[in-house]
């Protein structure tokens, strides 16, 4: 029963994805597509991801659908484990800070307040944020590169055989 219905799932994806593929606009617009998603992936943007894809795909002129299914396929909780604190170091350093923690400070019950907290929030989301984009820029281009490569192959191989097929 499981196995049936894992199977059903698996065929409903690969026809979601042949469907992406062959979209209109051709191999093209479909690398920029998976490209915007796999950098809208990388940024800490939890809850936004698919909202940035769709917009980035739409100013890059990219598939919207791409972008979102790339985005989804790569900004995961498990991605995002591995990501977070990659992102962090990564900010850090770029940024010149070292690590500053409230918990491990004589004083940590003065830094109950909100204020406090808000402070020490908006520059770690600034470093989330220069590191994600250091991350996103070459895995978007790659992911864009890397699939334009295929679906160019892959629509040059399918125009041989229609060729061929007469």
């Known amino acids: 029963m499981i196995g049936a219905r894992l199977r059903s ?4 994806m690969e026809e979601g994805w042949e469907k992406i593929l ?8 479909v690398a920029r ?3 915007a998603g ?3 992936a990388m940024l800490p943007a939890f809850g936004l991801h698919l909202v940035l ?7 890059l002129r990219g598939s919207m659908a791409a972008a979102g299914a790339t985005c989804v396929l790569l900004g995961n909780p498990l991605t995002h ?15 010149q800070r070292e690590v500053h923690s409230p918990v ?6 003065g830094h109950l307040r909100l204020g406090h907290w808000l402070e020490l929030g908006l520059p770690a989301l600034e470093e989330l944020l220069v590191g994600g984009v250091l991350i996103g820029i070459p895995v978007g281009l790659a992911a864009w590169f ?3 490569r295929v679906l160019l192959r892959r629509a040059a191989a399918q125009g041989a055989g229609a060729v061929s097929r007469g």
Request: no cysteine; glycine share 16%; net charge positive.
């Open 38 to 40: 796999a950098f809208a």
């Open 81 to 95: 484990a591995l990501l977070i604190p990659t992102e962090f170091a990564l900010g850090r350093f770029v940024l």
């Open 146 to 148: 890397v699939a334009r």
């Open 33 to 35: 597509g998976i490209g």
């Open 104 to 109: 491990h400070s004589p004083g940590f019950a």
């Open 9 to 12: 799932l698996r065929h409903r």
């Open 53 to 59: 894809a769709a917009v980035l795909g739409f100013l």
């Open 22 to 29: 062959s979209s209109p606009g051709g191999p093209g617009r």
